[in-house]
């Protein structure tokens, strides 16, 4: 990357960067932690209390 450019330059990324084959908006994305954290708040507790 030269001055913040990342076209004009080498950016370093792992092997995992090969891997990754989603790459949603923000929008999208915020769509879908609030849609996964609201499934995950609506499970039992399996007993725990929560607080």
Same mark, same amino acid.
């Given at each position: 990357?030269?001055?913040?450019? !990342?076209?004009?330059?080498? $950016?370093?990324?792992?092997?995992? +960067? #090969?891997?990754?084959?989603? /790459? !949603?908006?923000?929008?999208? $994305?915020?769509?879908?932690?609030? +849609? #996964?954290?609201?499934?995950? /708040?609506?499970?039992?507790?399996?007993?725990?209390?929560?607080?």
């Amino acid at each position: 990357m030269v001055d913040g450019a !990342p076209t004009r330059g080498g $950016l370093a990324s792992g092997k995992v +960067a #090969e891997v990754i084959g989603d /790459l !949603p908006c923000c929008a999208d $994305l915020v769509d879908r932690i609030t +849609a #996964e954290a609201a499934t995950a /708040l609506d499970r039992p507790t399996g007993g725990r209390t929560v607080e």
